[in-house]
C-alpha cells in the first residue's frame, strides 16, 4: 500500500505571496492533520481533517487555512506569507478521526520564503 | 513552555554505548508514540504505548510508559551508527482527538 504523499516536496516564495501545499493520504485513511516542523519550535499541530470537515484546529493565525476533498486528499494554503513561515510541512494520514488510531506521515514539503 | 519535555536535546556517543532518552509531562496522555525522523523526511513511528507501565522492545529498542501515563522513556542497548536520527516522542491527550503533542525532540548520533 503506497504511503502518504506530499507534493510539491521543495517551494520558494517569496513574502507577500500565497501557497498551496497537497497531501494524498494512504489508502482508506480519512482523518488528515497538517503540522509545521520548525527547528526553534519543534512539530506544532495546524489542523485536523475527517470527512472534508475540520475536527480540530491548533494556534495559528487565520493566514493558515485547509480543506478536505471527498476522496480524503487535503490541501493547506498559506496566504501573505512571512519569512517565519519557512518549515517544513508534514501531513499525516489515520484510519479514524478520534482513538488510539496511528498517524502515518508523509515527507513533507519544504517551504522557504525568502 | 513545552507540554512535553524531552531530553536531552542532544546526544553523541560512541557505538556499542546504551542511551535513554526521557519525555516527560505534568499531563496524563491517553497514548504516546515514538518516531524518529531522518533529514528531509518525515517521521516514522517506532512505537505506541497506551497502558500506564506497559513496556515494549524493539530489537535493541526498549519503551517504557510511565505507571501515571505522564512520561515515558526510550532505552537503546549497544547504539549503532545506523541509530542515528532525531528521535521524537508524541502524546494524544484524552479531549484532543487524534492531535499530537510532540516533545521538542532528542537528536542521537552514534559514531562508529
Known amino acids: 500500500k503506497a504511503g502518504v504523499t506530499q507534493t510539491p516536496r521543495y517551494l520558494i516564495k517569496t513574502r507577500g505571496q500565497q501557497v498551496t501545499l497537497s497531501c494524498s493520504p494512504i489508502?482508506?485513511?480519512?482523518?488528515v492533520s497538517w503540522y509545521q516542523q520548525t527547528p526553534g519550535q519543534g512539530l506544532q499541530f495546524l489542523f485536523e481533517?475527517?470527512?472534508?470537515?475540520?475536527?480540530n484546529k491548533g494556534n495559528f493565525p487565520g493566514r493558515f487555512s485547509g480543506r478536505q476533498f471527498s476522496n480524503s486528499r487535503s490541501e493547506m494554503n498559506v496566504s501573505t506569507l512571512e519569512l517565519g513561515d519557512s518549515a517544513l510541512y508534514l501531513c499525516a494520514s489515520s484510519l479514524a478521526a478520534y482513538g488510539t488510531d496511528t498517524q502515518y506521515f508523509g515527507p513533507g514539503t519544504r517551504l522557504t520564503v525568502l | 513552555t513545552q507540554l512535553l519535555e524531552q531530553s536531552p536535546q542532544f546526544l553523541s556517543i560512541q557505538e556499542g554505548e546504551n542511551l535513554t532518552v526521557y519525555c516527560n509531562s505534568s499531563?496524563?496522555?491517553?497514548?504516546l508514540q515514538w518516531y524518529r525522523q531522518e533529514p528531509g523526511e518525515g517521521p516514522v513511528l517506532l512505537v505506541t504505548v497506551v497502558t500506564g507501565g506497559e513496556v515494549k522492545k524493539l530489537k535493541r529498542l526498549t519503551f517504557q510508559f510511565g505507571d501515571a501515563r505522564k512520561d515515558s522513556s526510550l532505552h537503546i542497548t549497544a547504539a549503532q551508527p545506523g541509530d542515528t536520527g532525531l528521535y521524537l516522542c508524541a502524546g494524544r491527550l484524552e479531549t484532543s482527538g487524534s492531535r499530537l503533542t510532540f516533545g521538542e525532540g532528542t537528536q542521537l548520533t552514534v559514531n562508529p
Open positions: 481533517y475527517f470527512s472534508e470537515t475540520q475536527r
Open positions: 489508502s482508506g485513511h480519512r482523518s
Open positions: 499531563s496524563v496522555f491517553s497514548s
